[in-house]
């Protein structure tokens, strides 16, 4: 039997990209699903292609963003499942742009999906999952490691991600709360070319490119999910990909010019 059959998992950005491939592969596992996304009609659409795949799911419009909306959704998923096994932190958003031409509301805007909507979760879902030694994913990035240039405001925003997820595993962790920190590279799908035109007008051409010109290779989103799905049931603490990123974050660490460095010469610059 599937580690997740009968599981209730809460996926906020359910309805596109990572968080709607993790939904599509827990519904093949038996999964309980709630979905939520700020598009009403995408949300409704990708709820009944999860239906079409024999999974139980509870839609939920809502703007995670802003205060109050997830526990909200949190609430919802309780009181229709009777409680809740795992979150996804899915949803976030990603630009273009050096820091000194990004404004401060810029700023607040990107931390506000990427860090604050991921902390109300760990808030309105932690008693659940720790009720049940259950799961809090974090979607991170590479940027959540490593912060190369011209991506604006996205590197501090995703950062804050790490530090939460390690407080929360040596605060929660004995009390029962599993919490994975994914930090993949650019996606498939997500990370489209001519995305962020408008936004690198006048920087380099790299930035135009997924992951701002990163030179690793885009991640297929259904393979990622399945990745996800197996970290969580291993109760892992991270999971990096590619690998071979792990290199660079230690050198930084060890050496942060060597860092700098590093991030330059595989930044396709």
Known sequence: MSYWRNKTVLITGGSAGLGLQLARALATEGARLAVCGRGVA????????????????????????????????????????????????????????????????????????????PLDLAHAAGPHLEAVKGHLVLIGSLATKAAPKHIGAYPASKHPLAALAQQLRLERGPE??????????????????????????????????????AKVKLIDPEKLARKILTAC?????????????????????????????????????
């Open 176 to 213: 029962g709360l599993h919490v994975l920190l994914v930090c993949p590279g650019p996606i498939q799908g997500q990370a489209s070319t001519g995305r962020y035109d408008e936004q690198a007008e006048g920087l380099p051409e790299a930035a135009k490119k997924p992951g701002g010109g």
């Open 42 to 117: 995408r949300l409704e659409q990708a709820a009944d292609s999860l239906r079409g795949l024999g999974a139980d799911v509870l839609a939920v419009p809502a703007d995670v963003a802003t205060a109050g909306q997830t526990r909200r959704v949190v609430d919802q998923t309780v009181e229709r499942f009777g409680g809740l096994d795992c979150a996804c932190a899915c949803a976030g958003q990603s630009m273009r742009g050096a820091v000194v031409d990004t404004p401060r509301s810029k700023f607040e805007e990107l931390l506000a999906v990427n860090f604050l909507a």
């Open 233 to 269: 049931e291993q109760r892992k603490s991270e999971l990096v990909i590619p690998k071979k990123a792990r290199l660079l974050f230690a050198a930084a660490q060890l050496s942060p010019a060597l860092g700098d460095w590093l991030i330059s010469k595989n930044m396709g610059e």
